[in-house]
């Protein structure tokens, strides 16, 4: 390969390199300019001409009003999302496709502003309470979505008999809660959502649970730094049932009991006898609710329930999927959400220093609740906010920098359209570049050549130019060479 030319070689050589300096130029300012007033009439004769149009020039306020700064920290809450954060969350949210995609799911998307009818279901859900809803201007009743499973519901009774079950969906989107802030816990997140339509068999969780720990094992986080704390709604039933509790309490039930670990005991107590639930009840549930073992559940319950068979099928299949290590029979766990009807799980840390980092479970009868046809379902959701923590604080988080393969520069300003030209050519053929815009010396476009990671540095120069070829340097390497603008890959 021939070597450099001579006048590219100038450019190129470390100790040669050099900036120019500009002199700033300095422009009068029209007299009529100066003064206020002036400004005053030359704004109402434009708006004159402009027909009063709004986007015509209006008067300046006058010299003792002061302009009001903005506050430019986003609404509390929420969050801004320059590069480097940007980086994170598309590295983040490929991970989430990527597995999703390994398991045979297929993306759908929902509106962020649902009818607010959508999320209100029960009387006593939190959610009720942490709702960003509104009234629109066609007098409509709307909210910010704060799940995306009451969305997935409707999707499914509007496409009805159209789509062939079983379903495997997944979904990554923003969700909206007004809630108090925490480590991990903000007013919005976005969440990842993988769903099972039309699966009656305890093997649609098993699966789902599958798809977390692969997603675990990709991000480097093991058995040893989480578990997932597995339960059925049918042991609250059988339960309740056993106590003649009445079938209308089971939902108001379950949301108390899930508050089992942010309130004491006692307040647990009161707030079930205040819903209707008998002392000696009462009293069955909080045994029931400590107990961490099957056998030991098998031992209250017996062998014939519906509970206890889902439970040993789902355990049972953990060994054959591989992440036995990772789960564990956990009474207490209910999910808050009124629509849950089988089994149900939470991934924790096993330090505790973190809330939740997801949950989910089987929602068999969600659909008519919006009067559609029941069928049977389970899914998840993720939020992109607690496991951001947890890498942290296992030193997992990655530094996830810019990356670009070229960086082209002109090294005269009337070579600016041949640099253009170069940078289409290696843009049709799939390769990323970064074109230095404007006269900037050799000394700045090394310093962003090594900011953006570029791997290749390409000049253009009038002698080469002429010649149909440009200057490469890797930069890895500092390797440098002519080439012809023909073969340049």
């Not at 009656?200 to 692969?214: D, G, H, R, W």
Request: aromatic share 8%; proline share 4%; hydrophobic share 40%.
């Amino acid at each position: 390969m021939p070597a450099i030319h001579s006048s590219l070689s100038f450019y190129l050589k470390p100790l040669l390199l050099s900036h120019s300096t500009f002199s700033p130029r300095k422009f009068p300012i029209p007299k009529q300019l100066l003064n206020p007033r002036n400004l005053c009439s030359l704004a109402t004769s434009e708006s004159a001409r402009n027909g009063g149009r709004s986007g015509a020039l209006s008067p300046p306020p006058s010299v003792s009003e002061e302009i009001q700064r903005i506050d430019v920290n986003p609404p509390k809450g929420t969050r801004d999302f320059p590069p480097e954060e940007m980086r994170l969350r598309n590295w983040l949210f490929n991970n989430f496709r990527e597995v999703s995609r390994l398991f045979g799911f297929e993306e759908v998307d929902y509106p962020v502003l649902e009818t607010e009818a959508l999320f209100i279901r029960k009387a006593g859900e939190e959610i009720r309470d942490q709702l960003y809803c509104f009234e629109d201007r066609g007098n409509r009743r709307v909210a910010l979505r704060p799940e995306l499973t009451p969305s997935l519901a409707r999707l499914v009774i509007q496409k009805g008999k159209s789509v062939s079950l079983p379903l495997k969906w997944f979904a990554i989107g923003q969700c909206w809660r007004y809630e108090r802030m925490t480590r991990g816990r903000r007013r919005e997140h976005y969440q990842w959502n993988m769903d099972i339509i039309g699966i009656p068999e305890v093997t649609a969780e098993a699966e789902l649970i599958s798809s977390i720990v692969t997603f675990f094992k990709r991000l480097g986080i093991t058995a040893s730094d989480v578990g997932f704390r597995v339960s059925s709604r049918k042991v609250l039933q059988e339960v309740l049932r056993c106590n003649s509790i009445p079938e209308n309490l089971f939902g108001k039930v379950c949301i108390i009991i899930d508050k089992i670990e942010k309130i004491s005991i006692d307040v647990i107590r009161g707030d079930l006898k205040s819903a209707g639930v008998s002392e000696e009840a009462i009293e069955q549930l909080i045994q029931v609710l400590s107990i961490k073992s099957l056998t030991e559940l098998e031992e209250i319950l017996g062998s014939a329930g519906e509970a206890i068979a889902d439970l040993k099928l789902l355990f049972s299949l953990a060994e054959k999927f591989g992440y036995s290590d990772w789960i564990q029979f956990d009474a207490s766990v209910v999910r808050g959400l009124a629509y849950y009807t089988g089994i149900v799980f939470e991934c924790f840390d096993r330090d505790g220093k973190l809330r939740a980092i997801c949950g989910g479970g089987r929602y068999d009868r969600l659909l008519s609740t919006f009067g559609g046809d029941d069928l049977p379902a389970c899914g998840f959701g993720f939020g992109d906010a607690v496991i951001v923590e947890l890498l942290k604080e296992k030193g997992l988080l990655p530094e996830v920098n810019l990356q670009v393969e070229n960086i082209v520069c002109a090294l005269d300003q009337n070579l600016q359209g041949a640099a253009a030209t170069v940078a289409t050519i290696l843009r049709g053929k799939g390769q990323t570049v970064d074109l230095v815009l404007e006269s900037k010396p050799l000394k700045w476009v090394f310093k962003r050549a090594a900011r953006i990671n570029a791997q290749r540095l390409i000049l253009v120069g009038n002698m080469e130019w002429e010649k149909g070829v440009v200057g490469v340097k890797i930069l890895s390497s500092g390797e440098q060479f002519e080439i012809k603008l023909d073969v340049l890959e």
